[in-house]
């Protein structure tokens, strides 16, 4: 049977919720289920309002929309991420510049933002940075960069839930963070997303514009651009049954990952993600990195020996500058998220993966890695 990166893991508990959704009358669209997954994702995350949405996408267009980011500004957002997370600003009609990521987390290199931000001439409007992997960024230098900078940060806390720095939760960081449920993610709606705050203006601001930004009239009457991104009361049904879960998901995944540590940390040139000082990822996806000067085979062959066993692994997100549609746009630094594309491999980490499976993983790696 084929193994894949991150499938979703549910059971009949969800099957149960998204029936119970489904029987409770509130089909259309929204309902008490969404209202109460809102509430246990503020507490999840230490926020104190959260706007359900239909994709993590959507909870970073409207945070910046809410930080008022539109045509002819800039905004900072970390290289080595999925591409939600600089197509969010294309959308509000703004400037993506790209930053490196640092050794210690691969997110944004702090120095290299200080450096941006403080640098004559150029504005930035806000910062996007990214919880790599389930990984919070170095939030403590972050946040007091940009503080004392005056710009909004937005946590891309999409891959994050459930982990922790320095004792707050993956999604507490900046003025708002976005989280994912999509079908790969730690957790899962199927398709789906939230945004989570402190500032009422923010919730109530992402509240009206994920509702098409309808006036208070009897008519529909509309005074701004609005979009149509709330999450349905059926998915959220089905988030509340994989919340009350994602602790064990969080352990799973973990433990998935010290076991490639001990069972593939020997191999001459292979090196795991680092985990940050003060911080614990979820590991969402155990990534490493294979140097093939050391390791005397490369990235892609460990890879297609695990394709060619209808095992799913990928490299690691290919570098926003590195990607066609952005090659234009400016890069601060470079060179990090550059080798980590070059040589990282993600491997299965999903929480149901089994122990069989993941001996069968490391065996195909040993092997290859001994022939070579
Ligand atoms: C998944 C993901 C997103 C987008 O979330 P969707 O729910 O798929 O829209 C954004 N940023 C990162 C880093 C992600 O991994």
């Known amino acids: 049977m084929r193994i894949y990166l991150s499938p979703p893991d549910v059971s009949d508990t969800e099957r149960h919720a998204l029936v119970r959704g489904f029987d409770s009358g509130w089909i259309a669209p929204l309902g008490p289920e969404v209202s109460a997954f809102e509430s246990e994702l503020a507490e999840n995350t ?44 294309m959308y509000t009609g703004a400037e993506p510049v790209f930053v490196d990521s640092e050794a210690g987390s691969w997110n944004m290199d702090p120095d290299l933002l200080a450096e941006a931000l403080s640098s004559n001439g150029e504005r930035y409007k806000a910062v996007m940075t990214v919880d790599l992997y389930g990984q919070c960024a170095d939030y403590e230098r972050i946040e007091a960069i940009c503080a004392q900078h005056g710009v909004t940060l937005i946590e891309d806390a999409a891959e994050a839930i459930g982990a ?115 911080g614990r990822s979820t590991f969402w996806l155990t990534a490493l990195t294979i140097d093939p000067d050391l390791a005397g085979l490369d990235r892609e062959t460990v890879r297609l020996a695990l394709v060619e066993r209808e095992i799913e692994a990928r490299p690691l997100w290919k570098p926003m500058h590195l990607q066609p549609f952005y090659s234009s746009n400016k890069m601060i630094g470079g060179g990090l998220s550059d080798r980590l594309f070059a040589n990282g491999l993600c491997l299965p980490s999903g929480s149901n993966l089994t122990d069989t499976e993941r001996e069968e993983i490391v065996g195909i790696v040993r092997n290859v890695a001994g022939a070579a």
């Open 164 to 278: 922790t720095y320095r004792g707050k939760p993956g999604g507490s960081f900046g003025a708002s963070a976005a989280l994912s449920f999509n079908g790969n993610k730690i957790i899962t709606t199927s398709g789906g997303g939230a945004l989570v705050t402190n500032s009422e203006t923010t919730a109530d601001r992402a509240l009206f514009l994920s509702t098409q930004a309808r006036d208070d009239a009897p008519h529909y009457q509309h005074s701004e651009l609005g979009y149509n991104y709330r999450m349905s009361n059926l998915l959220a049904a089905l988030g509340r049954a994989q919340l009350a879960g994602l602790e064990a998901k969080v352990e799973k995944r973990r433990a998935n990952n010290n076991y490639y540590r001990e069972t593939l940390g020997d191999l001459p040139g292979v090196e795991f993600m680092p985990e940050i000082e003060g």
């Open 46 to 89: 230490g926020r104190s309002r959260c706007i359900a949405l239909s994709s993590g996408t959507a909870a970073l267009h409207l945070a910046l929309l809410d930080a008022g980011v539109g045509p002819g500004d800039r905004v900072l957002v970390q290289s080595l991420t999925f591409s939600a997370s600089a197509n969010a600003v």
